[in-house]
């Protein structure tokens, strides 16, 4: 959990205003990320980030800055498939970092907005092209992580992962939907994530085989192990977190990222 606040379309002498805002309101999701407070400020958009460190706890604080210095990023999740797609991508000259999320990045300067479409994980953020003053923000596809927009007289577009940052400084709030993306060029959120099963007329009958449902719940549960600290896992006592435990047990003995050769905590 890390939290973020930015501000975009700023104008004017709101710009210099602004980073103070961003600071003040930033504090209010102090409690999302006590590892780092981090900010970026350019002439028309501020980013703050709260960090919980989670996976390159050394070098993985944001905002992170692409290569060339033109994007900037602030995310609050974990991206599963991060070695997959820095393996894709290639040079190690693409990334300063080993954190997940810094794969963003170089997806964005390739694919555009649609690079959300090639994310598997949960997340929310907001990035930035400087050079452009573009910005594009996205959740994802189920609204695992929170994120919320506002709008504030003077114009400019508030983005937060808690309400509490926006209330007192936006005309109007909203919860940003899942399973969207929205650029600076868009007029509302754009749906990237679409399946059958939305429409439940649409979904044909069919036995569903227990040997699938242990395969894709084990796969989840076995992703969501990445992490360079200690974890845990909460039991309510059901079946459900019960299952969970058990399977993250018969995984907890090795490191995900090490495509479980290496030891784990």
């Known amino acids: 959990m890390c939290g973020i606040f930015c501000l975009f379309d700023l104008k004017g002498e709101a710009a210099p ?11 209010l999701l102090r409690h999302r990320g006590p590892d780092w407070s981090g900010l970026w400020a350019g002439d028309r958009a501020v980013m703050a980030h709260e960090r919980l460190a989670i996976v ?25 498939n991060h070695l997959e797609l820095r393996g894709e991508i290639g040079t190690r000259d693409a ?10 990045l170089p997806l964005y300067a390739r694919e555009g907005a ?8 949960m997340f929310a953020f907001a990035l930035y092209d400087a050079a452009k003053s573009e910005w594009l923000i996205a959740r994802d596809p189920i609204g695992i992580i929170p ?3 506002g709008w504030r007289k003077d114009g400019s577009l508030a983005v937060a992962s808690e309400l509490k940052a926006l209330v007192s400084i936006c005309e109007r709030v909203e919860e940003f939907p899942p399973g969207h993306y929205q650029t600076s060029k868009d007029a509302s959120p754009v ?4 399946r059958d099963w939305f429409d439940v007329d649409a979904v044909p009958d069919r ?3 227990p040997r699938e449902i242990r395969e894709a719940l084990s796969d989840a549960v076995h992703s969501h192990l990445m992490t360079d600290v200690p974890y845990g896992v909460l039991l309510s006592g059901g079946l459900d977190s019960s299952v969970i435990g058990a399977l993250a047990a ?11 050769k290496d030891a784990a905590w």
Do not use: W
């Open 17 to 27: 205003a602004a980073r103070e805002v961003a600071l003040k309101q930033a504090r």
């Open 56 to 80: 390159d706890i050394l070098h993985g604080a944001q905002p992170l800055r692409s290569t060339d210095g033109r994007l900037v990023l602030a995310v609050n999740g974990e991206i599963y």
């Open 95 to 104: 990334f300063q970092t080993d954190s997940d999320c810094e794969v963003i």
């Open 114 to 121: 649609r690079l959300v479409e090639r994310l598997r994980g």
């Open 147 to 149: 994120l919320y927009v």
């Open 191 to 194: 749906r990237y994530y679409t």
């Open 207 to 209: 036995k569903v085989e």
């Open 250 to 260: 018969g995984f907890a003995g090795k490191r995900v990222e090490s495509g479980d």
